[in-house]
């Protein structure tokens, strides 16, 4: 059945996943439904001991067999240590079938993939397919088709009762003995724990895997004592130079800095830059140049951001610091300076990932944003936007909040350059539809800018504006002019991932990839 | 022309390409390594095959390595492996086999 | 026929490694007023050949939108330098850059093979137009002569590296070096009819002490400057560009000129600045710069 982007969606899968295909951001506005819960096991007796002695012990205690549903967070980013742990004492004790719903999964994450081919992981459920796993899901060995969700996607999926969790993994750098669990205080500090919240209160079992032990009660908690099952203290959760980055460095690139530039532009002068506005910047390049050339702005027309929010790094912490920013609102760390930052500033908070970007709870932060800025590996002529497949159709990428703030916000604006290599960015299709161009309101690439047609509001508001407007299509012909017209990625007919919309429908699915042939 | 020797011309950097040519076994024996195989391994191919046909070769073993390099890359490549297979380094045809 | 193009707006000269393909797929992006391919001393004594077909290419297949070609050829003691005047021309360079320029007769010599290759590949003969790099004392001396030595020669460059050494010296930062040259060329240029143009700032950290240096260049009476890198192109055009309040300034002053002349009156005040018709011309210029700069769109 053909769903509301034009993705062709098999109706096998449509029967059984019992899924419905996508119709529109916000077609489940008057749905209403009953949250899942998880299967608990008290501590009714004061004297019975959380502690265990290994991944193992913890995996025994809670009654691992195959065909579980193990979670994992993803704060430790590249530094990650917890999920290759856990996996591996899985695989020696000849467990199988298992399913990994992580919030995200990255090359640190590699030795996955042999465990795929070996059967121990036969189902995914992530944002992130970075890697040898990305690359083993699209040659086909994974095999139950991988489930791909944007952060907010994953937290309803898991409320709603679509996926249920049997055992989560949340690797804390502190923890007490009870199992109170922070992002702060230990040896490789991550700032939050905001995306195993929704995990400690819906797994059947929680087990908090720590590398540094604090006295009792680790409070103020990220984690509560009152969900979790045991404590497991091993010699590294993660490597503190990949969790974290010392200083995101600003782009000196001039193609990067002129988009910046439009971008800045763009918010200013839009009908929304007014005292109290809010904003999301992304962690690298023009995105990040943003929050220093918005700042004289701000500083000259006496306007404050009431809160800035993400994806927290040192530059939009210097802003509150400055008092340009009231809140931050934060659901991952990016740099040490904003993990200080949350340490000392009263007016930066940790939020959970329901809080930030949840779609069916009863209103979360990105619905109250005004700008983000997001990137895109390509953006089609119906402002569809792909971050997961590579242009040889093999997944190496992740939504994240990225359909979140777009559906949020009142102004998205996606920053790519029109070409990367010979690869343009604006295509006629995109090869996979991760966003939907209902929610992209503006593209803004170093050839020009589009606005959305659906956006006439936005049109007329920028009617005397000095930036360099033009159609999307002229763009792509731009584009198609410097590097020739591609051909579009041919795949197999397997379907190996499903891309899930926020609200559980489904908005396009991933085939296996198919070696190059010539015409002949 | 003919391909008397073997010679080779560009490099692996992104957007450029390598092309070696190589004495032919009697017809053009093209190979393609691309990171862009799927969007333009066709498109490179015309390319490829068009510059070899206005310079008159038709008996060469050719191999393209490719990062991305757009046609005017990819035709001053295949030119520079052809006439440094023949020694010649002035007086090109500029213009008329150099298109 | 005079060629149209011999007096326009050359504030910056971007230089471009014609071997390097990434870079030469689109530079008009960065806005630089001309584009420097270069087959002198950025390639490779054994790729000499190979950069010449990427160049023939680039010319031919490339949209510059407007932005002026220049090529850099190799020096006239080298074998390449006739191979890449034919290339040249072929490829429909707008301009040919002779290095090491120190004689007239060096001059002649490049235009009698421009001028063969232009009717050999049937360009309109005076299509292609020269500039001179000086790079040594001998070329600084020279330097009027060389800027007539052709109706088709525009302009002289300053290359720092290669002179500096020529006098036995060293870039120190301070210019002191180039003290003598920019002088004297702005001179020669300026008593010839033709525009002359500064040296890179190779150290691209250094925002502030480039600035100045534009900024000195420009009150020489320079044209415009040598950059290596997109990033230095902002800081040339700010300077190079009229400001406002100097085009309001230059409009009232041709305003009030050509309504006092009507009068019979020789001097006046505008603004509180004694003003007579010497005025004229350098406010008509400092307009003209601001048309072609794209920040004055009044008919005067």
Known sequence: MKNQVGREIPDELLKQYGKKVFSGSFARSEDTYQKAGPCVHNYIDPTRSKMVSSIHEALVKCKIHDGMVLSFHHHFRDGDKIVNMVMEEVAKMGIKDITICASSLGSAHDPVAELIEEGVVTGIQTSGVRGKIG????????????????????????????????????????????????????KSDCGVLSYAMVDAKYADRVVVVTDCMVPFPNYPASISMTDVDYVCKVDCIGDPNKIV????????????????????????????????????????????????????????????????????????????????????????????????????????????????ANPMNKGAFVNRLDFVILGALEVDVNFNVNVVTGSNGVLRGAPGGHPDTAAGSKCSIIVAPLIRGRIPTVCDQVVTVVTPGEDVDIVVTDYGIAINPKRQDLIEAYKNSHLPFCTIEELRDKAYAIVGTPEQVQFKDKVVGILEARDGSILDVVREVKPFEFKD | MDIKKSAIAGTLESSDAQVTVEPGNGKIDFSLDSTVIHQFGNQIRAAVLETLKRLGVSNVKITVVDRGALDCTLKARVECAVFRANDQTDNLPWGGAIK | ????????????????????????????????????????????????????????????????????????????????????????????????????????????????????????????????????????????????????????????????????????????GTGVEFAGARQSMIIAARAAGKQCFDTVFTNLDDMEGFAKEVLMIKQMGFDGKSIINPRQIETVHRIFTPSEKEIIFAEKVVREIEEKRAKGIGVFTVDGKMIDIAFYDGSKRILSLAKAAGVYEGEL
Not at chain 1, 157 to 171: C, K, L, Q, S, T
Not at chain 1, 315 to 343: H, T, Y
């Open chain 1, 245 to 356: 980055s010392n200083a995101v460095r600003m782009t000196k690139d001039v193609r990067e800095l002129n988009m910046a530039h439009y971008c800045t532009q763009l918010i200013a002068e839009s009908p929304y830059f007014k005292d109290g506005f809010s904003f999301q910047t992304g962690a690298g390049g023009a995105s990040l140049a943003v929050n220093t050339m918005l700042r004289p702005i701000m500083e000259e027309k006496n306007i404050h951001m009431s809160f800035a929010i993400g994806g927290i790094t040192k530059p939009i912490c210097d802003l509150l610091e400055a008092g340009l920013v009231r809140n931050i609102v934060d659901a991952q760390d990016f740099d040490l300076g904003s993990i200080e930052s949350l340490k000392n500033d009263a007016n930066h908070y940790e939020i959970s990932t329901s809080a930030y």
């Open chain 3, 1 to 172: 026929m005079r060629n149209p193009n011999l007096k326009r707006l050359r504030r910056t000269m971007m230089f471009l490694n014609c071997q390097k393909p990434g870079l030469i797929k689109d530079p008009y992006i960065y806005k630089p007023d001309s584009i420097m391919l270069d087959l002198e001393d950025a390639v490779a004594e054994n790729q000499k050949d190979s950069a010449r077909y990427s160049l023939y290419h680039a010319l031919k297949e490339i949209d510059y939108r407007g932005v002026e070609r220049v090529v850099r050829i190799n020096g006239l003691e080298t074998p390449h330098w006739q191979e890449d005047v034919r290339v040249c021309v072929a490829g429909g360079a707008d301009v040919i850059r002779i290095s090491k320029t120190e004689t007239a007769e060096d001059v002649h010599r490049v235009e009698a093979a421009v001028e063969a290759a232009e009717k050999e590949f049937e360009v309109p003969v005076g299509h292609t137009l020269l500039m001179a790099a000086l790079e040594s004392a001998k070329g600084v001396r020279n330097a009027y002569e060389i800027c007539n030595s052709s109706e088709r020669l525009f302009g002289i460059a300053l290359s720092g590296g290669d002179y500096s050494k020529d006098l036995q010296t060293v870039i120190t």
């Open chain 1, 135 to 186: 690359e083993a899901i699209s040659h086909g060995k994974l095999k139950n088709p991988a489930i791909i969700r944007s952060h907010g996607g994953r937290v309803r999926a898991i409320e709603e009762g679509d996926v249920h969790i049997d055992i989560a993994f949340i690797g804390a750098p502190t923890s007490d003995e009870y199992g109170n669990a922070r992002g702060v205080g230990g």
